[in-house]
């Protein structure tokens, strides 16, 4: 009988070599440098398998647990990635075994959120649903030359040295919605480069200036042939500085393109990039998401919910699971029976069905969460 359980240190060694056969071509680097919060033993990852009989680890899902800051709210999040299950044992039923170990979990450690990296039915399956509203806005070449001809110089830009951590994660810390991460965990995250080694590209840093103080920090994941297209992995600080930055790091590295997603709750940087004529589309954020505890979410929300309702009020809001497919969400007498898509848009996007018993029920949301392809991704 397959045995599901988490792994322990010793056993992560096989897992990211496993991950490797799986997820790495050559030229790229080993899974368990990109992803240390999974694979090293020095972290706290909570993740699980499948072992065989002979004690051979034959599924794997790599948890991570997070703080996610949303204003004055901490929500205990996880996120889910690195997901396999070895050709021999496939067909078996053991990744949809190991995501309801996940979610037993979860619930007993007081995590209601699970972030996922993928879109596979077995996500889908289990109430796993898109979320998020993001812009993703394409800085060209051209549009880049123009910027900076007609903007100037107002910043002094630089690339960054190993004495910015703090610069860097100073500016970070004062976001709204932000993942918690300490000094430490930004150098390790900055270091394993996790989403741009999935694309064979590096992480570039750039910090911009203004009289000696750090306005901005921009990282890019970029190739080092020229004319490649790259990818904003993460910023903070001044907008109109993080717009210099953007289209330095198109420049500098003689980047095709740059794609920079911004989700939907960071208002003054979308109207700074829309000013400058740059063209966005506007989708869901990458993966999918999985209330695992819609009580439990509310609670740890509420602190940020209360500055759109009353206490009274917030207090009065419930969200259960009925089923997979199939939730209430209700405030007081006003109550509206959702699906799980319909549920996370309600709370991520503010998307609730049109009637008109669910306007109170609409009132302190939508809430924003920060971007999932960026530092922490997993």
């Known amino acids: ?13 096989e897992a990211a070599r496993r991950a490797d056969e799986v997820f790495r071509q050559e030229g790229q680097s080993s899974m368990k440098r990109a992803y240390p919060f999974i694979f090293s033993e020095a972290e706290a990852s909570c993740s699980f398998g499948a072992f065989a009989d002979d004690g051979s680890l034959v599924a794997f899902m790599g948890l991570v647990p997070w703080n996610i800051r949303i204003g004055e709210a901490t929500v205990h999040a996880c996120s889910l990635g690195a997901v396999f299950t070895v050709p021999e044992a496939r067909g078996q039923g053991l990744a ?8 037993r979990y979860m619930r007993q450690a007081g995590a ?10 077995l996500y889908a399956r289990t109430g796993c649903v898109p979320y998020g ?18 903007e100037g110089a107002r910043w002094t830009v630089r690339e960054a040295r190993e004495d910015d951590l703090y610069r860097i994660h100073g500016l970070a810390s004062r976001r709204p919605v932000r993942y918690e991460i300490s000094v430490r965990e930004l150098g390790a995250l900055i270091k394993s480069e996790g989403f741009a080694s ?70 003054e940087l979308i109207a ?20 695992v505890d819609g ?20 207090s009065r809001l419930r969200l259960i699971e009925k089923s997979v497919q199939e939730w209430s969400f ?49």
């Not at 999935?198 to 004319?227: K, M, P, W, Y």
């Not at 829309?274 to 998401?289: D, F, H, Y």
């Not at 049109?354 to 991704?377: D, I, M, N, W």
């Open 133 to 150: 509203r993001l812009f993703r806005f394409a800085l060209d070449r051209a549009a880049a030359e123009s910027i900076r001809s007609r």
């Open 112 to 121: 209601p959120l699970l972030l996922i990296s993928g879109d596979k039915s």
């Open 96 to 103: 949809s075994r190991i995501l309801q170990h996940i979610y």
């Open 198 to 267: 999935n694309r064979c590209q590096t992480h570039r840093i750039l910090l911009a200036e203004d009289r000696g103080r750090t306005a901005a920090f921009l990282i890019v994941s970029v190739s080092d042939a020229a004319d490649r297209p790259g990818l904003a992995i993460e910023q903070a600080g001044d907008p109109q500085a993080i717009l210099a930055l953007a289209v330095e790091a198109v420049l500098r590295d003689r980047l095709s393109s740059l794609d920079f997603p911004v989700p939907w709750h960071e208002d």
């Open 1 to 13: 009988m397959t045995e599901i359980r988490s792994l322990t240190d010793s056993e992560r060694e």
């Open 295 to 314: 009580e439990l979410l509310l609670e740890q929300l509420r602190p940020c919910l209360g500055a759109n309702l009353p206490d009274d009020e917030t």
């Open 330 to 378: 209700s405030q007081g007498d006003s109550e509206a029976w959702m699906t799980a898509q319909e549920a996370a848009m309600a709370i991520f996007d503010c998307a609730i069905p049109g009637e008109a018993s669910l306007v109170a029920v609409a009132k302190p949301f939508p809430v924003p969460l920060p971007h999932t392809v960026g530092l922490c991704y997993i």
């Open 272 to 291: 700074c990039l829309r000013s400058k004529g740059i063209p966005a589309t506007e989708g869901n954020q990458s993966g999918t998401i999985r209330i």
